[in-house]
């Protein structure tokens, strides 16, 4: 059963940096084909994409945000890391984590997390 | 990046009506696109991928079609369930999303 979570800090100052962790179950990360990616979703808004950790330590990055982010992961404690510096109030969302499957012919978001609300206010 | 253009951004329907979504892809991804439905205070569940295969487990009234840059999300017998938000979303990395479909019932 695969199973995702994240965690975090629920309210976070602007100019602070955001570190946000997925901690999951039923599949591994050193498993050859194996992909996390981390999406965001401000409130009443749609879903944005941010990064992804492959299997091998690629990685890959939000046009728009490449430059306020990293992404990393423990293989041993099964968990990514995602953060995001220099937050600002327009950064309020919630961010889920989602397993990624080849479909065959591409990458999919099969199983997400629950997703975990972040504010940034001062 | 590719851009994906949902219509319409909201929808209300009747129970067991037939309801129809479009995206449309602003390039040609074949037919590499999928579906999401999230509820209220829920994440995205992924119903269709490869623009017509129903991912495991989803029922058979949910169905698409399309490739190149037009794409058709369809609830052939709408149920008070399916009330949600519909996503589609276009395999490139960086990967984009459609702004959504809020579906109501009527």
């Known amino acids: 059963q695969v199973t995702l979570r994240e965690s975090g800090p629920a309210l976070v100052k602007p100019t602070q940096t955001l570190t946000l962790t997925c901690t999951f179950s039923g599949f591994s990360l050193s498993t050859s084909g194996m992909c996390v990616s981390w999406i965001r979703q401000p409130p009443g808004k749609a879903l944005e994409w941010l990064a992804r950790i492959d299997w091998d330590d690629d990685k890959y990055y939000s046009t728009s945000l490449k430059t306020r982010l990293t992404i990393s992961k423990d293989t041993s404690k099964n968990q990514v890391v995602l953060t995001m510096t220099n937050m600002d109030p327009v950064d309020t969302a919630t961010y889920y984590c989602?397993?990624?499957?080849?479909?065959?012919?591409?990458?999919?978001?099969?199983?997400w997390g629950q997703g975990t609300l972040v504010t940034v206010s001062s | 990046d590719i851009q994906m253009t949902q219509s319409p951004s909201s929808l209300s329907a009747s129970v067991g009506d037939r309801v129809t979504i479009t995206c449309q892809a602003s390039?040609?991804?074949?037919?590499?696109l999928n579906w999401y439905q999230q509820k209220p205070g829920k994440a995205p569940k992924l119903l269709i991928y490869?623009?017509?295969n129903l991912e495991t487990g989803v029922p058979s009234r949910f169905s698409g079609s399309g490739s190149g840059t037009d794409f058709t999300f369809t609830i052939s017998s709408l149920q008070p369930e399916d009330i949600a938000t519909y996503y589609c979303q276009q395999y490139d990395n960086p990967y984009t999303f459609g702004q959504g479909t809020k579906l109501e019932i009527k």
């Open positions: 390039q040609d991804i074949s037919n590499y």
């Open positions: 989602a397993r990624m499957r080849y479909s065959g012919s591409y990458y999919v978001f099969d199983y």
């Open positions: 490869d623009a017509s």
